[in-house]
């Protein structure tokens, strides 16, 4: 065998290792780019307690319920609806017994800071609003907040209008960040992105009724190590409860 293949045989083994998921230490959490501000605070105050290490990984849900499907080694997974994390049950990917409903949210359209608030209705005149800019919104397909979005959108009879002015985005703080950093000068995000991010204002409320009902469901995975019971346990406490309020989620009924 010449240097030069041992050489590739090494490279290609090496790249293997690097392909193998690796479990972080400690608990291993998925969540739904939206929770990232409330999620971090807690997640340090939990470390701190417990001494128990927590990684959190955000991205859209369905870009993590994608990963989980591939095999990454996640304990515990937050998706920002339901619909993903019924795919993931019905192919016995989660602990069914742990899967609890832990939030709920509420959208909001969000300009520049300052800019003139508006009651969000059938009528609202959207188009006048954007001119020849963009709305932000995530994904309308395929990530939680641009489905509820555009359901929205829909809902009020604005969808026709502005569907050709849409600027979509990966996951939610992305849109987020094109209002925040002006390149887009209007977004519909959750109510906690809004909160979470001084550089934008809310313009006005979108009714919940129009849209289907925003449900973060979190779930142990069914490969979870022991100790993300007891992480899961604390996300249902008084003190990350207060955290997720204060940062504009809501909390489930009863």
Request: glycine share 10%; hydrophobic share 50%; charged share 15%.
């Amino acid at each position: 065998m010449t240097g030069a293949c041992r050489c590739l045989i090494a490279a290609l083994a090496f790249c293997a290792i690097l392909a193998v998921p690796v479990r972080a230490e400690g608990v291993l959490v998925f969540a739904a780019a939206s929770l990232k501000t409330a999620l971090d605070v807690i997640a340090r105050s939990y470390e701190a307690e417990t001494g128990q290490e927590v990684t959190v990984s955000y991205a859209a849900s369905s870009v993590l319920a994608r990963q989980i499907q591939a095999g990454a080694p996640a304990d515990l997974f937050i998706s920002a609806n339901e619909d993903w994390m019924d795919v993931l049950q019905d192919q016995g990917l989660i602990d069914t017994a742990s899967r609890i409903e832990l939030l709920g949210n509420g959208l909001v359209l969000i300009g520049a800071p300052g800019a003139d608030t508006a009651e969000i209705e059938a009528g609202f005149d959207l188009s006048t609003r954007l001119g020849s800019g963009y709305l932000a919104m995530a994904l309308v397909d395929a990530v939680p907040a641009g489905i509820y979005g555009k359901a929205a959108l829909q809902g009020l009879g604005l969808w026709g209008d502005v569907q050709d002015q849409i600027a979509q985005t990966d996951n939610v703080r992305a849109a987020l960040a094109l209002v925040a950093t002006g390149a887009a000068p209007l977004g519909i995000v959750y109510r906690s992105d809004a909160v979470a991010d001084e550089r934008v204002g809310v313009i006005g409320v979108i009714p919940a009724d129009i849209h289907p009902k925003i449900v973060y469901p979190a779930a142990l995975t069914s490969t979870a190590e022991p100790t993300a019971h007891a992480l899961l346990t604390y996300l249902q406490g008084n003190s990350a409860r207060a955290e997720f309020v204060r940062q504009g989620f809501s909390l489930p009924e009863g």
